[in-house]
């Protein structure tokens, strides 16, 4: 796609058709201006197929606000839609639409609260609650759940990754499996959730990284092809880059001859008195070649260069190289934990595409101006889960005395309960679930939603990427083990207050009798 | 991300780090300008959990054209290299190649032969075959694998959902789920592969094609607000859009209330001589609904409006839907073919994603010029399938006798098979399998590589979409109709030639001896 295009195809455009037909009815009703509030949720954690999050990490905000400020239908976007024809044959957008899409199709109505990039977040909680004029809000829908969705579904898959890597340097390598141009975006995301640092040049530099890599095969096939081997092509690597040599030593035969070549290198560098980084695996039986690797490395005297693992992993694939480690190492020599402490990981395809799933991050009407007054939304559903939780709320989340977070609390937008006696808490859907918290129970309650933009201006000062990193890690610490568990995790209670679920079961109630009367009439 | 920045991020340093200091150390010792040669294959179809593709569908070179063309190191990227330091916090890239990477790192020297996006290819077979100077080849590699996994992967899965629905209309809905600006690639490669149009409105005008949609569950959300109902909202909607009114039934209760409304509403647009186009069904059951819709249609005189189905469909949901249409249909009075062949479906997620898997396509150095000759390279590994098929090579497609695509053959560059008495073929990987097929069982040979880079320079004339789509389904009426079941394909004979297997045996014979000698050296 030629430059040109692409910032047409990633402008306002960057919608759904049907927002651009409902937006031309509500015009030419009148009825564009009139305020209305959705909500930006996920319903169920991403599932990988034979695993299940347990709780996201919310990321993708600030490249959205960016995203907003910058589009605009200009002169080629209105010609685009101009020439767009029903099946008539006539036109399908009229003048009148265009001229004002032109004219007034930006985002300066549009009010928006949020959760900081970076914390942690469960399903059926507002993310992102947004009020503005309807149309507007309506093209913003689509935009909206591209930019929220795939970030936080990268940082949610970083956070468990980095989880089951115990905190050991992590790497995200993922730009040759990501999709086109949201590499970028996947790379923040990864950043935010939970990698030290991108091989994705570009991006990383801008996020303020510093890139990290080590060399490619290639550069061992050159070598040899010249005749001079694989040793050849990792003395030159250490001559270039003396202070950050990391050789790959799975060209040929790791165990026969990359690991003792790089060992070799190694001591020509130690004799120059450079410390030189590590190796990288990158086929074969990782945790096996690991505790050789280590073994051969401690023998040359080098128990501290670093061992990157690559290929193929992800949370689940690096758990059971570590538990084939810590069962494994002593027969070889190999103290585990030694070696699981000097363990770095490169992680790329199942990284940037979250190896399975998707996050099914919704935008839904809650509320609508009339007669200058907010009236809550209802969407029922013949499922009770898609039922949306109406009108204008409030989020709260609830810490026990342990300081771990308890539950996660929708509440109309009039209550307050950070001082409350009692805290009367429904299951979303279920009539039957419900727990009472006593104060005693409770440490703190803490409002999850900023104000972040305010009539298109942004009225927060955002956090950085590292301020983000920081917010995870906090928020991690905050929650149960059991909701972090890789597999089959505990369930966070994200509650309704008992005021809130009152007013959804009598609008479910009036919902079904309304519809019937207008039906019948 | 800001545009000035996205423009960096997207450019020349839309790679990995570790390209950058290989090409590096290549200028340092004066190998950046050694020719080389790389294939671009997968090795495996996409594997979707419970289901495996038997073929993929080639798609994204063009926009890997386009970006080639357009990327190049001007002053901020350098700028930005130049601040980045090694571990000893010295600058990790010297002004010498700074200057050499702003002055000369285009591609102008790169050369590639292709197969055509649109056309059906299989693991191990080179679809691109890359020739250029070691150093920009090397950095080329992640931005072409980029572009070509991942439109590959997605247009892949559109022939696939295309497939399952029989035929009919099939729209692309994804961008809410999409990976953030990779969704344009994702509607293009849907395009291609499969889907008749896509929701996403800048990119489908670009492409030459009109976003489609219906409308919005918020528009009736509105309508019922306001205390006008969903047959208000439909009526809005019809009298906005009357050629082009597609009614979403889902909101509150699709057969109690959203099909009658919507038969109402149709009843009056037919009155006013307007030919109402369907309903989508959202959520719920959608083979009862679809049946149940059906009847209540026909019925009403819309024995030809359509049924739209969308919410989670894939290829095996799309076939569960149709099988169960088949066996319930009749208890409900409806032909379950004519139902069938007034559906459509809207897919969305499953089909940006792919569902599941990635395509792991691989960049491998095959060949590199020493002494004016080209010298094949291979990389072993301790997986055979992983092992590359060494040297310069071509690709040919084998047809039998009814006209079926019965192998794809990889041969020496130097071989001419497409007028050959008898083709010994030898499977990749295995020793013991290998198949001769004599003259008389074959109808044609076709060269599948077409000279489309020379020099930087565009070589050849790229299809247009619609030629793309014309040549896939050529190629799919060529394919047997076991390697194109959803479940549990045939598999597809990809065969060296004896030559070429000669040649990889040899090689790799000679790759241990050589790098056992260099190792005890």
């Known amino acids: 796609m030629k430059p040109q ?3 047409v195809a990633e402008g306002l455009l960057f919608t759904d058709q049907y927002h651009l037909t409902s937006a031309q009815l509500y015009h030419r009703l009148g009825l564009h201006e009139r305020r209305v509030q959705f909500d930006y949720f996920f319903r169920r954690y991403p599932n990988y197929g034979d695993h299940q999050a347990g709780f996201c990490v919310f990321a993708g905000f600030e490249w959205l606000y960016d995203w907003m400020t910058g589009a605009r239908a200009g002169e080629r976007e209105i010609e685009l839609l101009r020439a767009q024809t029903s099946n008539s044959g006539s036109r399908l957008f009229d003048d009148d639409f265009l001229d004002w899409l032109r004219d007034e ?5 549009i009010t928006i609260d949020a959760v900081l990039e970076g914390r942690v977040v469960h399903p059926h909680v507002p993310i992102a609650v947004v009020s503005g004029p309807l149309a507007m809000t309506q093209i913003l829908e689509t935009p909206l759940l591209n930019h929220l ?3 936080t579904l990268i940082a949610t898959k970083a956070a468990r990754i980095h989880a089951a890597g115990r905190g050991r340097p992590l790497l995200e390598f993922g730009l040759r499996r990501a999709p086109d141009r949201g590499a970028l975006a996947g790379t923040r995301a990864a950043l935010i959730g939970g990698a030290d640092y991108s091989s994705n040049v570009g991006v990383s530099h801008l996020l303020g ?8 095969h290639g550069l061992v096939q050159v070598f040899m092809a010249m005749g001079e081997g694989e040793i050849g092509a990792f003395r030159a690597f250490a ?4 202070d950050d040599c990391l050789l790959l030593v799975d060209t040929v035969d790791t165990l026969g001859s990359g690991v003792p070549n790089a060992i070799r290198v190694f001591e020509e560098l130690r004799r120059k008195g450079h410390r030189p980084l590590g190796i ?3 086929s074969g039986d990782l945790a096996y070649l690991a505790i050789r690797s280590a073994a051969m490395l401690d023998a040359a005297g080098f128990p501290d ?4 693992l690559s290929s193929g992993l992800d949370e689940l694939a690096i758990w059971q190289i570590l538990t084939q480690i810590e069962e494994e190492s002593p027969r070889y020599g190999v103290d585990p934990d030694h070696l699981i402490n000097r363990l770095m990981y490169g992680v790329g395809t199942r990284l940037v595409t979250s190896g399975s799933d998707n996050l099914d991050g919704v935008f839904k009407a809650v509320a609508m101006e009339l007669d200058g007054e907010w009236k809550p939304l209802l969407k029922v559903s013949e499922s009770p889960a898609k039922t949306v939780n109406p009108g204008d709320k409030r989020v709260w989340r609830v810490y026990d005395k342990r300081e771990t977070a308890t539950a996660d609390v929708l509440t109309r937008g009039s209550e307050d309960i950070s001082r409350a006696p009692l805290l009367e808490l429904h299951h979303p859907v279920r009539k039957d679930l419900r727990r009472t918290l006593g104060r005693e129970d409770i440490s703190r309650v803490e409002p999850l939603l900023v104000a972040t933009i305010r009539d298109g201006e942004r009225a927060f000062d955002p956090p950085t990427i590292e301020e983000m990193r920081e917010l995870r890690r906090r928020d991690l610490s905050h929650l149960d083990p059991g909701v972090k568990r890789l597999v089959n995790p505990h369930v966070y209670h994200v509650s309704l207050s008992r005021e809130l679920w009152e007013l959804k079961e009598r609008l479910v109630g009036e ?11």
Chains 1, 2 share one sequence.
Request: aromatic share 10%; hydrophobic share 25%; charged share 25%.
């Open 239 to 242: 001559e270039a880059y003396p």
């Open 149 to 151: 969705n795939y970030q």
């Open 209 to 216: 990284f510093q890139p990290k890599g080590t060399h490619a």
């Open 5 to 7: 295009d692409r910032k």
């Open 105 to 109: 199709g930006d985002f300066s109505g």
């Open 280 to 282: 990288r695996l990158d």
């Open 305 to 308: 260069v670093a061992i990157t």
């Open 511 to 521: 919902a079904k009798t309304n519809e019937r009367a207008t039906q019948a009439s």
